[in-house]
Antibody, heavy 115, light 108 residues
Framework: EVQLVESGGGLVQPGGSLRLSCAGS????????MTWVRQAPGKGLEWVAN????????YYADSVKGRFTVSRDNAENSLFLQMNSLTAEDTSIYYC????????WGQGTLVTVSS | SYELTQPPSVSVSPGQTARITCSGD??????AYWYQQKAGQAPVLVIY???KRPSGIPERFSGSSSGTMATLTISGAQVEDEGDYYC???????????FGGGTKLTVL
């Protein structure tokens, strides 16, 4: 069974940083593109970033480019999202998902940016 | 930046056919994907590559695409189909993806 479990969310002050993690299991992690998607409270889904199977290609939404960095550790079956210079507009549930476009999703982790 | 446009809401009675549209300039060349999201839950893929249905998705869900518009059709909508539906696709580069704004489906 494919499982994706996000962690690392929480409350952070504006201008701060946070690193999200996503642990994958039940599939060969290194064989799939991975995706981050977010959803602000009461709003729609927003694609955030993709990373290729071997990490050699990464793509970002304009709203996070230059502030967020996606990475992966295939030996540990893990996906990461380093988020810097956070603003209130980054407050969202962050989902990690397998494939591009996503077929399997985690349950998400909530990031709240507030003073 | 690339955009996909959906109606904010669609309402049907149980047993009727619900149609949710998604328009985008690249849809004649790029596949559309559809996700269902129920309150408090992660999204679920219900249609991929315009018209294919993943295993476990009821046959009443179907998809089509023509020109710049993709359509999700729920034939004989059930109360349990209520939720938000999002289309998803990519621009001409295949590297930048976008969701439509979402459509709230009400079945009552």
């Amino acid at each position: 069974e494919v499982q994706l479990v996000e962690s690392g969310g929480g409350l952070v002050q504006p201008g701060g940083s946070l690193r999200l993690s996503c642990a994958g299991s039940g599939f060969t992690f290194s064989s799939y593109w991975m995706t981050w998607v977010r959803q602000a409270p009461g709003k729609g889904l927003e694609w955030v970033a993709n990373i290729k199977e071997d990490g050699s290609e990464k793509y970002y939404a304009d709203s996070v480019k230059g502030r967020f960095t996606v990475s992966r550790d295939n030996a540990e079956n893990s996906l990461f999202l380093q988020m810097n210079s956070l603003t209130a507009e980054d407050t969202s549930i962050y989902y990690c998902a397998r494939e591009r476009p996503p077929r399997y999703w985690g349950q998400g982790t909530l990031v709240t940016v507030s003073s | 930046s690339y955009e996909l446009t959906q109606p904010p809401s669609v309402s049907v009675s149980p047993g009727q056919t619900a149609r949710i549209t998604c328009s985008g300039d690249a849809l004649p060349r790029k596949y559309a994907y559809w996700y269902q999201q129920k309150a408090g839950q992660a999204p679920v893929l219900v249609i991929y590559e315009d018209s294919k249905r993943p295993s476990g998705i009821p046959e009443r869900f179907s998809g089509s695409s023509s020109g710049t518009m993709a359509t999700l059709t729920i034939s004989g909508a059930q109360v349990e189909d209520e939720g938000d539906y999002y289309c998803y696709s990519t621009d001409s580069s295949n590297n930048y993806w976008v969701f439509g704004g979402g459509t709230k489906l009400t079945v009552l």
